[in-house]
């Protein structure tokens, strides 16, 4: 934290830097510690220093706020930019889902969609823990028809969502049939699948499922 306090102390003595990548790399600093205060230090300069328009540095900001539970200043960056990428929607959908706010980040995602903006995978893991948490399924699997048109549909950050899904609504037969479709399979998916076998009541399956976890898969 210290070495961040001097890099701050410094924009404010030394000339501004031509190329909003500098702040870039000292917001990535602050969220990487939670350091609010220089967060938002460098969030003041950069509007003195006109690089507001900055997508790459606003997606940052987004990220940064996310990360110290603002989203309200999160949503303020958001909205003020005058051209949003794929990874600032993806920022601000990913805040909220990330601080419970679960209703927000679908909403986020319905607005994407609707201007027309394609996602990636991180986009859609995201969407889809939100609809996990509100155990709502029909949204779940209208996203998951998207996902059928798109080149990601094989990353395991997806697929991992997608098991954890349907297993924690309840249908205990897709999450199987797409478990044991994976060529890859991460602790989040395993516990997924033994989670939902257990919780519908097939201990047996649960037992199994572990068991082969432990052999590698």
């Given at each position: ?30 969220i ?26 606003n ?7 996310g ?15 005058p ?26 995602f319905q ?7 394609k ?33 990601f ?28 479709m ?6 989040v ?29």
């Open positions: 934290m210290g070495k961040l306090d001097g890099a701050v102390k410094l924009i404010f003595r030394s000339p501004v830097p031509s190329d909003p990548s500098f702040f870039v790399k000292l917001l990535e600093l602050c990487d510690s939670r350091a609010e205060k220089q967060g938002r230090l460098i969030h003041k300069d950069v509007f003195l220093n006109g690089f507001q328009s900055s997508v790459t540095l997606a940052k900001l987004i990220i940064f706020y990360k110290i539970g603002d989203m309200g200043y999160a949503r303020k960056v958001f909205d003020k930019m051209e949003r990428s794929i990874v600032s929607w993806t920022a601000l959908l990913s805040g909220y889902s990330q601080n419970g706010l679960f209703k927000d980040a679908l909403m986020i607005n994407m969609h609707h201007s027309g903006v996602g990636n995978q991180f986009t859609y893991g995201s969407v889809l823990r939100a609809c996990t948490k509100l155990m709502c399924l029909r949204s779940g699997k209208q996203i998951q028809g998207c996902l059928q048109k798109r080149r549909v094989g990353d395991l950050f997806v697929q991992s969502a997608l098991v954890d899904l349907h297993s924690k609504c309840g249908d205990i037969k897709d999450a199987s049939c797409l478990f044991e994976m060529s890859e399979r991460d602790l998916c395993w516990n997924a699948m033994i989670g939902g076998y257990s919780s519908q009541g097939f201990s047996n399956d649960a037992l199994r499922t572990f068991r082969s976890m432990l052999r590698g898969g």
